[in-house]
């Protein structure tokens, strides 16, 4: 081979191995993108449950005390 085509199979080399790399970090991208998105979610869910849980009450809906 002369120096061209192997300059040429090198670049295609070095190409080959970008793609594989840049297809490995779009799945880790993809996954974490995944994970951060069910953490807001389940944060969401969890602010609403507090928010719920938090809420002052009138006091004619208030449950009278067990000992009554």
């Known amino acids: 081979m002369n120096s061209l085509e192997l300059r040429v ?3 295609e080399s070095k190409i080959s191995f970008q793609d594989h790399t840049i297809g490995e970090l779009n799945e880790v991208i993809t996954d ?6 069910s953490i807001l979610k389940r944060i ?3 602010e609403q449950n ?3 849980s938090t809420e002052i009450r009138k006091p004619h809906e208030e449950l ?4 009554y």
């Open 50 to 52: 507090a928010q719920q």
């Open 44 to 46: 969401k869910q969890l």
């Open 32 to 37: 974490q993108q995944k994970m951060i998105d």
């Open 9 to 11: 199979v090198e670049l």
């Open 64 to 67: 009278p005390p067990p000992h």
